[in-house]
């Protein structure tokens, strides 16, 4: 006979790449029923997971059935997106349920680029997503969006996101000519970064991804004190100079108690489209020596691929124009992995607590 006991052990065993945990004490397993040589597992995951729905019911289905001779086995996957903690003393964002920071510790490391991957990443994996251009000087995401629609305001003080590969999104680069510079000073610039956040009527969101500007200034001082998030990402390559600037990003993560979610190495290999030959140019082996000083994880190595590149710069980024390519389905895993890493921390049920008034007759 099979039971219950039984189910439960094995399933203790099976660990999920993306949680780095089993499913038992990830709290994945939602329901257990056996009747007869029938066992029916319904699984709920805590991270979008489309494109890992079906070979997780097969490779469980299968190991099941080779553990448990002769027995039938049904495997439900579906996945659950809660909202998680935030920093203290700041509320939630309406309509929002996680912001993600993006950030990195120098231009040029491919942040934006992976940003917006991201973000349609984590939509192709079943995630209502949006993205929000917080570099104010320098906006990237109209272009890689291929987008450059002015908001609808449907009232003085809201904007609508603009819609872009089925992303909402905003950015100060919708609201000005793509040539005028923003010769601004700190304080207006964290205040513009605020009524982008707050004035955009965002919808139902799954993630929130926020792009932020290089380095450790105004930008990614006012997230730390003001906007709520629940963790970031960090975006290197494998130089040295690179691998020396993101540790100052992620020990300003620390001091500010935002979680880091993990590390991207980009750029870490390029292949030669003529020869075939494998160079890593930046050097290699930094992401895991970053993730294994600072105990973070690293989330995943994307190639210098210049469709990478040419995807971005003509507006439609690699993850839409190709999804099903070697290179989106990196970017995939990356989005897995970054949600799952979030699923695992505290989550916030505020929300779910309603408002008690006091009153006097």
Not at 81 to 90: R, S
Not at 94 to 99: D, E, L, M, S, T
């Amino acid at each position: 006979m099979i039971s219950q006991t039984d189910i439960t052990a094995y399933l203790k065993t099976f660990i999920d790449p993306h949680l780095n945990q089993d499913l038992i004490t990830a709290n994945t397993l939602k329901n257990l029923a056996i009747s007869g040589n029938t066992i029916v597992i319904d699984i709920t995951l805590g991270y979008p997971a489309r494109g890992y729905q079906a070979p997780l019911a097969a490779d469980l289905t299968a190991k099941l059935k080779a553990a448990f001779p002769g027995a039938e086995v049904k495997i439900n996957i579906t996945w659950k997106i809660e909202p998680h903690t935030i920093q203290p003393g700041l509320k939630t964002l309406p309509g929002v349920k996680n912001i993600i920071a993006v950030a990195s510790g120098k231009g040029g490391v491919g942040k934006s680029t992976t940003a917006v991957n991201l973000a349609l990443a984590l939509a192709a994996e079943g995630a209502q997503v949006g993205i929000l251009d917080a570099d104010i000087y320098g906006p990237n995401q109209p272009q890689m969006l291929g987008s450059r629609q002015t908001p609808v305001s449907k009232s003085s003080n809201s904007l609508e996101p603009v819609m872009a590969h089925g992303l909402q999104t905003m950015s100060i680069g919708y609201l000005i000519d793509a040539d005028t510079p923003m010769v601004w000073r700190g304080p207006m610039v964290t205040g513009a970064l605020q009524q982008l956040l707050h004035d955009t009527q965002w919808h139902e969101l799954d993630y929130l991804i926020i792009d932020l500007p290089p380095g450790t200034g105004d930008i990614q001082l006012t997230l730390a004190q003001k906007i709520p998030v629940s963790g970031a990402v960090m975006v290197t390559t494998p130089q040295d100079i690179a691998l020396l600037d993101v540790r100052k990003g992620i020990a300003m993560f620390q001091k500010v108690n935002i979680p880091i979610l993990g590390v991207v190495e980009n750029m870490s290999l390029h292949t030669c489209s003529q020869c075939g030959h494998s160079e890593a140019i930046f050097g290699s082996g930094g992401g895991e020596r970053l993730a294994a000083q600072y105990q973070i994880d690293l989330l995943g190595k994307l190639p210098l691929d210049k469709r990478i590149r040419e995807q971005a710069d003509g507006g439609n980024p690699t993850v839409a124009a190709d999804p099903e390519s070697p290179i989106a389905l990196i970017y995939r895993d990356i989005a897995r992995k970054t949600a799952a890493r979030l699923a695992l921390r505290a989550k916030d049920y505020s929300a779910k607590f309603p408002n008690i008034v006091i009153k006097s007759d």
